[in-house]
């Protein structure tokens, strides 16, 4: 009998331990929804369940800096970031000054993304030099992100902060919502968000301005964030704002993961995600531009989950 009982009880454990990893809830934090990162972690929660059978849910928050202490303490497990503030949390300078966030990791490069300045269309502002004297959102409180962000794009049009009338806001929503009621002459977003849309409909209209992309500029950028760069956007239906080739500061939306997150983890969702492009197009169109066949830059001081780079080097690509 005990010999009986032995290989059903083995079977039974091994039966509970499975089903106790499926039902595992991971989580994406996120930013408020209205974001591009929130409708990215939403289409990639959609895709991990459907396709892996990941159970993932999007936890939102105030801001990037929330998002990185979430994920560096193991309260979310996954966020999507700029790969500039990812590393600066990492070395624990800039908005997270005196304290390490040493367990942060890369997952996957996921895609590039073209920030921009958004002004209403019948503003008369053309140019980042046409913004000397305007009403600019600065302070950003709640998304800190937006101060390098935004102090660049000035920085390709030879301005500081000292040349704009500084407007405090306290995320990426509310200066939207504060340009639409005319409380603010410019502020940004990421070209593609949903927000823009929503401002556009509102006021009549509303255009990203273009930003110089010689050397100079770009070596003014690189100054304040280690991983800018310039890309060319052109117009698409879902890309609000942009009606002719444009050049925009660009950085890359990467994937970030706690170490402690298991390889296997890490490794089927970036699996699910390179993998089901154009499911994700379907929930998002902006994973057009999805790097299937770059998943993985030599970031400056951060490094790649082993789940992710076990997937990469299994599929031919990973780079050192």
Not at 175 to 204: H, I, Q
Not at 229 to 255: C, R
Not at 286 to 301: I, S
Request: charged share 20%; glycine share 8%.
């Amino acid at each position: 009998m005990k010999k009986l009982l032995l290989p059903l009880i083995t079977a039974c454990s091994i039966t509970l331990i499975s089903a106790n990893a499926s039902a595992q809830i991971l989580s994406i934090a996120s930013p408020p929804q209205g974001s591009v990162w929130n409708t990215m972690s939403n289409g990639i929660a959609n895709v991990g369940r459907s396709k892996a059978n990941i159970n993932l849910v999007v936890q939102p928050y105030s801001g990037n800096r929330a998002m990185m202490d979430a994920v560096n303490q193991g309260l979310a497990e996954f966020a999507i970031n700029d790969v500039n503030d990812a590393i600066v949390a990492v070395q624990g300078v800039a908005d997270y000054k005196g304290k390490k966030r040493s367990h942060l990791r890369v997952a996957l490069r996921i895609s590039p993304q073209p920030i921009g300045i958004f002004v209403r269309q019948d503003s008369g502002i053309n140019r980042i030099d046409d913004l000397k004297g305007k009403r600019v959102a600065s302070g950003w409180n709640a998304f800190p992100i937006g101060r390098p962000h935004m102090e660049a794009m000035l920085a390709t049009g030879g301005l500081t902060w000292d040349d704009v009338k500084n407007i405090p806001v306290p995320d990426l929503i509310r200066a939207a919502d504060n340009l639409s009621s005319g409380r603010l002459d410019a502020t940004y977003f990421a070209v593609g968000g949903p927000k823009v849309a929503e401002v556009d409909a509102s006021v009549g209209g509303v255009k990203f301005l273009p930003v110089k992309a010689d050397q100079s500029a770009l070596n003014a950028v690189l100054k304040i964030r280690p991983a800018f760069y310039f890309s060319e956007v052109k117009p698409a239906p879902h890309l609000v704002g942009i009606d002719k080739p444009t050049q925009m500061l660009t950085w890359d939306n990467v994937l970030i993961v706690n170490d402690k997150v298991s390889d296997e983890s890490v490794y089927q969702l970036v699996k699910a995600i390179l993998e089901n492009k154009e499911a994700l197009i379907q929930i998002f169109p902006g994973f057009k531009a999805l790097a299937v066949n770059t998943p993985n830059k030599n970031y400056p001081g951060i490094q790649y989950h082993p789940g992710a780079v076990r997937y990469f080097k299994e599929k031919g690509l990973w780079e050192k």
